[in-house]
């Protein structure tokens, strides 16, 4: 897996490594509703500059078809605008 | 008739740190929590002080999947409301998502959290992604983390409770009425059991910035312990502060029927608005004093019998002196033996969670028999013609106490505890 969907989940989620298995159930599993997919795509979008969730039709139902939307979207390698992370003063809480 | 409604359990996160407790032990002490501000660099702004949480991770205390999809608000309130379900012993083990709930009906407890601002920060990191790259730069958790009802429904959530659940809103009167509108919605029967309070993390350039420019905040920025000093000849706005407390409040039958101890009563409510001015109370504070005397008529109580009472006491030159006109009206020679503090004097004013925090106290001060100092208390402004305890917590023989809290936009809500016995 991508180390940063594995970082992102842990960061986000509280989800530890030893949970991410391609089977495990998004919603039954890993208690990740489609609200939390879509912050995660934004995250994505943060931490590698490229665009999600571009075939927004497919089903996401297990983590391996999360890891595979991803790897078909760095593929395709669209530009993410990206957000200025660093900014005079301000500190990340 | 009226059911009785007592306190059976306090939670407060705040300046002096997690803890009912720990907030109490710092208003004997008689410290002030006023610094530097360290959540944003200040420079360059007229007010560069504040009463921050020290130190608080929120990570240490919360589940990081709850942490991530709230805002500092909601982790305040979070925390303040495990704290008071646990002191009444409603609260089963474990700081997970879910927090069994125990001692009560899931269908006869809810939640008035209120917050006078909300997701503030939320707000501002968000709509600068939206400046920077536009509209798929803002995260769907917004939509979560910005609404002011927030802290109460993420509480509701963690801990089960499905009853009647809101927020009410009066700046900074919004901790007062939301307790107040807790005893109304128990008194009328739709719960047996409120969690009640309020929280804020306002510390944000945005706010300071602009309280800054409204001239309601201390400039004192060279000695910031001594800039908030309600009731003060030389006051000169408040200090903001953050933070959050609940109080459980509970029929007293019900309460009875579990063997919980009560803290307190909850006796009255009153409530009023000024009708005269977005920023500046009423003169002679009129609208204030007739809040205080409906909440007396609602407690039963006369003017005579009020010991205590837990000023709203900003440190501005306006409610200063306003309230104490308030308080001369309503309480006549009697004031002169009420024995008067302002909590924001030690922890600055927590806006939309000040009323809540200032109950606690005023509900400790009850239980323990002593009133802790109003600090900075150099030279009394003559037109502020209280007694105000100063330098240290004087024992007070004490029944019956108000907390003031009145709030922009004229609103003015006040509470009055009563000892259990």
């Given at each position: 897996m991508d180390p940063r969907l594995a970082d992102l989940l842990e960061d986000l989620?509280?989800?530890?490594?030893?949970?991410?298995?391609?089977?495990?159930?998004?919603?039954?599993?890993?208690?990740?509703?489609s609200l939390a997919v879509v912050e995660l795509q934004v995250a994505l979008e943060d931490v590698t500059g490229v665009r999600m969730g571009?075939?927004?039709d497919v089903d996401l139902r297990t983590l391996g078809d999360l890891q595979a939307a991803v790897e078909r979207a760095l593929a395709r390698g669209e530009p993410a605008i990206p957000t200025l992370n660093l900014r005079e003063g301000e500190e990340g809480r | 008739m009226t059911h009785g409604v007592v306190v059976t359990g306090l939670g407060a996160v705040t300046p002096y740190g997690i803890g009912a407790q720990t907030l109490w032990n710092g208003l004997l002490e008689g410290r002030s929590t006023a610094t530097r501000i360290t959540r944003f660099d200040p420079s360059g702004y007229p007010t560069q002080i504040a009463c921050e949480v020290p130190g608080f991770d929120p990570f240490a205390c919360l589940p990081r999947k709850l942490v991530r999809q709230v805002d500092p608000f909601a982790q305040f309130a979070l925390v303040a409301a495990r704290e008071a379900l646990a002191h009444a012993g409603l609260a089963g083990a474990g700081n997970g998502m879910r927090v069994p709930l125990v001692g009560v009906d899931p269908e006869r407890i809810g939640t008035v959290i209120s917050s006078g601002i909300g997701g503030m920060r939320e707000m501002t990191d968000q709509f600068a992604r939206l400046l920077d790259g536009g509209p798929e730069r803002v995260r769907p958790y917004l939509s979560i983390a910005l609404p002011l009802n927030m802290g109460g429904g993420q509480v509701a959530i963690r801990h089960g409770l499905q009853g009647p659940s809101f927020s009410v809103v009066s700046a900074c009167a919004s901790a007062g009425d939301g307790i107040g509108t807790a005893l109304d919605i128990i008194r009328a029967g739709r719960a047996d059991v409120m969690l009640a309070g309020g929280a804020e993390a306002a510390i944000n350039p945005l706010t300071i910035a602009g309280f800054g420019a409204a001239g309601a905040l201390s400039r004192r920025n060279d000695e910031p312990e001594r800039a908030s000093r309600p009731f003060d000849v030389d006051r000169d706005g408040f200090v903001t502060g953050e933070g959050a407390a609940v109080l459980v409040l509970e029929r007293e039958s019900h309460a009875a029927a579990r063997g919980a101890r009560p803290l307190a009563r909850l006796a009255g409510y009153g409530v009023s608005n000024d009708a005269y001015h977005a920023a500046q109370p009423s003169p002679g504070g009129t609208g204030a004093a007739r809040a205080l005397r409906l909440a007396l008529r609602d407690s039963g109580?006369?003017?005579?019998?009020?010991?205590?009472c837990n000023a709203h006491g900003t440190s501005t030159p306006p409610n200063d002196a306003a309230e104490s006109a308030a308080m001369r009206a309503v309480f006549g020679s009697h004031t002169d033996r009420i024995a008067v503090t302002s909590t924001k004097s030690a922890i600055g004013h927590l806006l939309g969670a000040a009323g809540a925090v200032e109950a606690v106290a005023t509900v400790m001060a009850l239980a323990e028999g002593i009133v802790p100092p109003s600090l900075n208390l150099d030279r009394q402004d003559p037109a502020c013609d209280l007694d105000v305890v100063r330098a240290t917590p004087r024992p007070v023989e004490m029944r019956v106490a108000v907390s003031s809290s009145f709030g922009f936009g004229g609103h003015n809500a006040v509470l009055v505890f009563a000892s259990p016995g």
């Open positions: 989620f509280g989800i530890p490594e030893r949970d991410l298995r391609p089977g495990a159930d998004l919603e039954t599993d890993l208690q990740l509703d571009v075939d927004g | 109580y006369d003017p005579v019998d009020i010991d205590h």
